[in-house]
């Protein structure tokens, strides 16, 4: 008879802690999946973002090279 309760007693343990482990293990799953959706939304922002920084300053610089065209006299 104690035997059978010892048997039950870690059997129970054993399956208390297999859950926890369980528990964890979605917990890291979970987070985990959060950073991949994280990044993989902010990659193709950031690309848009940098091709717009580029545009701006390709915009900027022909403004700039017009303006001293028109400035600089003609010979």
Known sequence: MAQETTSTLAQSLNDL??????????????????????????????????????????TATQAVQNVVLTITPKK
């Not at 999946?33 to 580029?54: D, F, R, Y």
């Open 17 to 58: 802690m297999g859950a926890v482990g369980k528990i964890g293990q979605m917990q890291f799953d979970l987070l985990s999946s959060v950073l991949n959706s994280a990044v993989s939304a902010i990659e193709p922002m950031s690309k848009t973002a940098s091709e717009l920084v580029g545009n701006i300053a390709n």
